[in-house]
């Protein structure tokens, strides 16, 4: 179990940068395959990113590819979500999700979420 708390988001002009944070309570975050979802109003929650436990490995949409970057810090027990270019059609509540084992992409595999942060693109 791992309690996560993300921070971050806020209010960009379309072709600007953000990077949002995911901080994870406990000793045991290299155990824990971590992934960033997000979710539009009206819309189901989407995949974006993930990432294995020893940072080895990492996956994202090709919508995002090229753009976003994901990446983790053990020693600070955080996984980051860094936006570039950031477009309107990226307007949704990012966030962050922790399982054990494999990586996955359906949102009921995750144990572990946390409270989202608002991430808003103005054209």
């Known amino acids: 179990q791992v309690q996560l708390v993300e921070s971050g988001g806020g209010l960009v002009q379309a072709g600007g940068s953000l990077r949002v944070s995911c901080a994870a309570s406990?000793?045991?975050?290299?155990?824990?395959?971590m992934a960033w979802f997000r979710q539009a109003p009206g819309k189901e929650r989407e995949f974006v990113a993930s990432?294995?436990?020893?940072?080895?490995?990492?996956y994202n949409v090709d919508s995002v590819k090229g753009r976003f970057t994901i990446s983790r810090d053990n020693s600070k027990n955080t996984v980051y979500l860094q936006m570039n270019s950031l477009k309107p059609e990226d307007t949704a509540v990012y966030y962050c999700?922790?399982?054990?084992?494999?990586?996955?992409?359906?949102?009921?595999?995750?144990?572990?979420w946390g409270q989202g942060t608002q991430v808003t693109v103005s054209s």
């Open positions: 999700a922790a399982k054990l084992g494999s990586q996955a992409v359906t949102p009921p595999l995750y144990e572990n």
């Open positions: 990432i294995s436990g020893n940072g080895r490995w990492t």
């Open positions: 406990g000793r045991t975050f290299s155990n824990y395959h």
